[in-house]
Every structure is written in structure tokens, then in C-alpha cells.
């Protein structure tokens, strides 16, 4: 009896180990998503979501990552929790961060555990000295050439330039100070949040600028459009990447309309979009195509150099996703291309490309 009983645990320890094997390496497979699913930007959470998730199960070749979503409501002490838990917990082998104040607080905490990570950010500061975090988004010089080109082109000389006090937005506006000093007539801050702009409006009024730089978060970025357009202010309204909400444009009610702004040059991308649509009755915000482009990268680090995936995320050579294909440059910055989009009733249109030069 006891040599059947060994005779069978022999046979059946190969079975074991391969179990074994493949339970580990399903748990080294895990990415980590840290999205803003509820709170004010809980609809381009949603949206990042979903294309991960088409990312995930567009894949031919079987199962290689399993990513995990945890929700941080757009604020930086719970992307620290969050990233700490998917760290310690699910021990994961890559993350992907939304938002620049939220990837800034927790860019050094994953370069001290060298776990590569791919931030969808605005600010380049959350990349510049780090090995293992990785920025794919337009980069700031590249939104703010494109937008100076346009000012210049638009021969705009009085500009007012208002800004939610919020990393991301108030680096665009230094970068615009250095270029524009001299045509700033009224140079603002606003809260995160706000909401009464009385104040503001009447000094915008007096100012009497040309154009308004709207570098502003929600819900304030819909608010400020619509107390300026009741108070009849005759000024050109101009931005970055954060006008492509639809909530935004939703809560504008029109306000926004012929606003132009730098955004990602997505038109190959659109028939993701349209497959985005035909799934889920809707158009994905655009900038959850850094998200569905994440989850390739990561995807494709996995079957490629699975045992060292931050190297593949350095130097992806071949990778081609929805954005076409694309390297690297610079401080960590995945180099995709800018282009100048206008907001119409009808949905984005794009503008000349000869401001992009």
C-alpha cells in the first residue's frame, strides 16, 4: 500500500510542478490600473477602463497579462494606497498611472522597487531622472510649440491665461509666460473645484483680452466658459488635451464651442474608436487611447522579454499600435504625434498642420 501510494505521489509530482509553475507565472503577470473611477473624472476612468480592457482581449495568442483596476478618484494619497496595495498585495510587475499629481506621488516609490510603470500625464517632471517610470502622452514641448505656432498664426495680443492650480496646468501656463510675457494681459489661478467666478469675470471684462487660455480641470473648465459667454466677453477661447471630456463639453452647453486645442493625432486610431462605439453605445474620450496603448506596451514587453519588461518599455522596437508606430524620446516620453483640433456642435474637427511645424 505504501509503495502505491509513493508510486502515484511520483507520478503525480511533474503535474504538481507544472501547476506550480504556471500558478507563479500567472502571478508575476499582473499589471497594475490605477484610474480616477469615481469623482470628477470618473467618466475618463471609465473610458481608460475599457479600452485596457479591448487592449487585453484583442490579443490572439492567448492570455499573457492580467491586469488589475483599482480606483483613486483623481487623488494623489489614494494612488499612493492603491499602488501600495498592487505592490504588496497582488504583487504585480507593472503599473499604469492616470494624471500627473497622481503619478508624481507615486513615480519614486515605484522607481525605489524598480517596477516599470507607464504614467498618462501631461507633466514631464513625473519621468525626467527615472529608469523605470515611462510617460505616454503628447509631450508639453511639442503641445506648447503647436500652441505658439497657432497664438502667432491667430496674431492674438492680448491674452488672458487662467489656470487650475494643479501641476500639470500651471507648467503649461510657465511655459506660455516665457514665450508670451509681453501679450499677458491677466494672468489667473483658480481652485480645483470652484465654481463662483464673479470676481474673475469682472476682471476678465476690464481686461478685455483677445483670446483666454483655458488651462483649467473640471468642473471649473465647463463653469468659466459659461459665466464668460453670459457676460458676452468678445474673446477666442484656446487649450490643451483636457478639452476633449465629453462630460465637459456636455456641462459647457455650447460654451465651448470653436475652441481649439492641442490633442494626440489620433486619426489612425479611429477605427478603434468605432469598435469602441459598436461595444459600448458611445465614443471613448480620447485620451483613453494612452491607455489602450499602454496595454499593448505592456502586452508586448510580456511576449517579447518577459523577464525584464522595463527594457522592452525603453526601446520598443517594432511595437506598432493604434497610434501607428511611435519610439521613444527624452525624458521617458513615448513619441506621439500633437495635432490641433477645434470643438464644433457636430464633434472634434482637425485644424491646419502647418501649426504644428
Not at 97 to 104: Q, R, Y
Not at 322 to 330: D, H, R, S
Request: hydrophobic letters at 45%.
Amino acid at each position: 500500500m505504501r509503495l502505491v501510494t509513493l508510486l502515484c505521489s511520483f507520478s503525480l509530482l511533474p503535474c504538481f510542478l507544472f501547476w506550480t509553475q504556471t500558478v507563479l507565472a500567472d502571478a508575476q503577470r499582473k499589471i497594475g490600473v490605477v484610474l480616477p473611477l469615481t469623482g470628477p473624472l470618473a467618466n475618463v476612468g471609465s473610458s481608460l477602463r475599457r479600452m485596457v480592457e479591448l487592449a487585453d482581449r484583442q490579443r490572439d495568442d492567448g492570455k499573457i497579462a492580467e491586469f488589475v483596476f483599482e480606483d483613486d478618484a483623481f487623488l494623489a494619497k489614494n494612488t499612493v494606497a492603491a499602488v501600495t496595495k498592487l505592490v504588496e498585495q497582488d504583487k504585480v510587475l507593472g503599473v499604469i498611472v492616470f494624471g500627473s499629481g497622481t503619478s508624481a506621488a507615486v513615480s519614486l516609490l515605484l522607481e525605489r522597487k524598480k517596477i516599470p510603470a507607464i504614467t498618462i500625464a501631461m507633466s514631464e517632471d513625473v519621468v525626467r531622472n527615472r529608469e523605470f517610470i515611462f510617460r505616454h502622452y503628447l509631450p508639453l514641448s511639442a503641445q506648447s510649440n503647436a500652441i505658439a505656432a497657432e497664438v502667432d498664426r491667430r496674431n492674438y495680443h492680448r491674452i488672458a491665461v487662467i489656470a487650475t492650480q494643479q501641476e500639470a496646468m500651471l507648467r503649461f501656463r510657465d511655459v506660455f509666460r516665457q514665450r508670451f510675457v509681453n501679450r499677458i494681459v491677466l494672468d489667473e489661478q483658480v481652485l480645483p473645484g470652484e465654481v463662483d467666478f464673479s470676481a474673475l469675470v469682472t476682471r476678465l471684462r476690464r481686461a478685455n483680452p483677445e483670446a483666454v487660455y483655458l488651462l483649467l480641470m473640471p468642473p471649473e473648465l465647463s463653469v468659466l466658459p459659461r459665466r464668460l459667454r453670459e457676460a458676452k466677453l468678445e474673446a477666442e477661447f484656446f487649450g490643451s488635451a483636457q478639452l476633449q471630456n465629453p462630460a465637459v463639453l456636455a456641462a459647457a452647453n455650447g460654451a465651448l464651442d470653436g475652441v481649439w486645442f492641442t490633442g494626440v493625432d489620433d486619426r489612425r486610431a479611429q477605427p478603434l474608436f468605432r469598435e469602441y462605439q459598436r461595444e459600448f453605445g458611445e465614443l471613448p474620450v480620447p485620451d483613453a487611447v494612452h491607455a489602450y496603448e499602454a496595454a499593448l506596451l505592456f502586452i508586448a514587453a510580456l511576449r517579447n522579454v518577459p523577464d525584464d519588461v522595463r527594457s522592452y518599455l525603453a526601446n520598443p522596437s517594432g511595437f506598432r499600435g493604434a497610434l501607428g508606430e511611435y519610439g521613444i524620446v527624452p525624458p521617458n516620453t513615448y513619441e506621439v504625434g500633437a495635432v490641433l483640433k477645434q470643438i464644433t456642435p457636430q464633434g472634434f474637427v482637425y485644424l491646419r498642420q502647418a501649426a504644428l511645424e
